[in-house]
């Protein structure tokens, strides 16, 4: 699996989630430890939590692309704060 940590969160700065750009769409391209390939469409909630993006195999590779996005009140940005997995690959 891999967790995403959507858009700017700063504990101590709520405000700068929606100030900045958040994903709402992406597309996950993965490669597989045996070679198998994948595309997965992931849509996003605005609001903060972790998004786990499951997959049944581990991974080898991962390419994400974002496809669409919420707009900042105040920036024109995208904002990612944390990326992880449960399991270990290349990125």
Same mark, same amino acid.
């Given at each position: 699996?891999?967790?995403?940590?959507?858009?700017?969160?700063?504990?101590?700065?709520?405000?700068?989630? *929606?100030?900045?750009?958040?994903? =709402?769409?992406?597309?996950? !391209? +993965?490669?597989?430890?045996?070679?198998?390939? &994948? @595309?997965?469409?992931?849509?996003?909630?605005?609001?903060?939590?972790?998004?786990?993006?499951?997959?049944? *195999?581990?991974?080898?590779?991962? =390419?994400?692309?974002?496809? !669409? +996005?919420?707009?900042?009140?105040?920036?024109? &940005? @995208?904002?990612?704060?944390?990326?992880?997995?449960?399991?270990?690959?290349?990125?």
């Amino acid at each position: 699996a891999l967790y995403i940590l959507n858009g700017y969160v700063a504990p101590s700065h709520p405000e700068l989630f *929606k100030n900045n750009g958040r994903i =709402k769409k992406a597309k996950f !391209e +993965v490669i597989f430890e045996d070679g198998r390939e &994948d @595309t997965v469409h992931v849509d996003f909630m605005d609001f903060v939590y972790y998004k786990e993006v499951m997959f049944n *195999k581990r991974l080898k590779h991962v =390419k994400i692309t974002i496809e !669409e +996005v919420y707009s900042g009140k105040k920036y024109k &940005d @995208t904002c990612i704060s944390q990326i992880f997995t449960d399991c270990s690959f290349e990125l």
